[in-house]
């Protein structure tokens, strides 16, 4: 039986594929911090145990997936058809990304699609400044906490009530700077503003010195395609410029992108 696309499957179902899952996992749990690991590093980070990782760590290096040196397993560049399948489906990306390179023409500021994924916010496309932000390398495929990114609140303000709910009681609240809402009731009464006014500002809370100012972006037919967003730096960039000058210029990229991707 098919499932709607509004139904989502739950582990125990029977159709629930656990070793595509599993596999996936291990696939995952490569990143920034961990770009190389033994077998019982992988084992740890995904919770499973030495012989199960280890059956799944073959079989992605047979595929292609992994490279193995020695005792230690890192991502092949074959992972990257994985992205590129996402990227080419969706033909509005080359719209996008000269949008993205406008607004950096016109602001001299970095700007950054990215959609709702989990708990997260994952960059699907990128115009960077040649100013550097933040300590860490912001990329296409970048994964950071939605509840503290501006994209992150525009598009949580978009979901129903029910949904918005769901992720605040499971999402956990890290402090990144003192600025950072840790507050649940409080996140909630933000994302709530920005429901209303129709465009989200993170100022400094994942990163100090990062300030940053998102709406939501939709296709012709009302569909939500994500979030795009423009990132300064706060001792350059003072909040009135922002509502200003920077506001202005990403509400009109906004209805430029629904007016031409159908």
């Known amino acids: 039986m098919m499932t709607t696309e509004e139904e989502v499957l739950s582990p125990d179902d029977r159709d629930f594929v656990t070793a595509l899952a599993s596999g996936l996992e291990v696939v995952l749990a490569f990143d920034e911090a961990h770009p190389r690991m033994t077998l019982s590093e992988v084992a740890a980070r995904t919770d499973m145990n030495r012989a199960r990782a280890r059956r799944f760590l073959l079989t992605l290096h047979?595929?292609?997936?992994?490279?193995?040196?020695?005792?230690?397993?890192?991502?092949?560049?074959?992972?990257?058809?994985?992205?590129?399948?996402?990227?080419?489906a969706n033909n509005y990306r080359s719209v996008i990304q000269q949008v993205l390179e406008d607004i950096t023409a016109e602001s001299g500021e970095s700007s950054s699609l990215g959609v709702l994924d989990g708990d997260a916010v994952t960059y699907v496309a990128r115009s960077s400044a040649p100013h550097r932000l933040m300590a860490i390398t912001l990329s296409v495929g970048t994964r950071l906490p939605a509840a503290h990114t501006s994209m992150g609140r525009a598009l949580l303000a978009q979901l129903p009530d029910a949904e918005l709910d769901a992720?605040?009681?499971?999402?956990?609240?890290?402090?990144?700077?003192?600025?950072?809402?840790t507050d649940k009731a409080l996140l909630k009464k933000c994302i709530l503003k920005v429901r209303?006014?129709?465009?989200?500002?993170?100022?400094?809370?994942?990163?100090?010195?990062?300030?940053?100012?998102?709406?939501?972006?939709?296709?012709?037919?009302?569909?939500?395609?994500?979030?795009?967003n423009i990132s300064t730096n706060a001792a350059r960039v003072d909040l009135d410029t922002l509502m200003r000058e920077y506001l202005p210029l990403l509400q009109r990229k906004a209805r430029e992108i629904r007016e031409t991707v159908s």
């Open 62 to 88: 047979a595929l292609g997936y992994v490279r193995k040196q020695g005792r230690y397993f890192e991502l092949a560049p074959r992972v990257l058809q994985l992205g590129y399948a996402f990227l080419s």
């Open 167 to 181: 992720f605040l009681e499971r999402v956990t609240l890290e402090r990144y700077t003192d600025k950072t809402v």
């Open 196 to 228: 209303q006014q129709g465009y989200a500002i993170a100022d400094q809370e994942l990163d100090s010195g990062l300030r940053s100012l998102a709406v939501p972006a939709f296709d012709a037919n009302g569909k939500l395609l994500g979030a795009i």
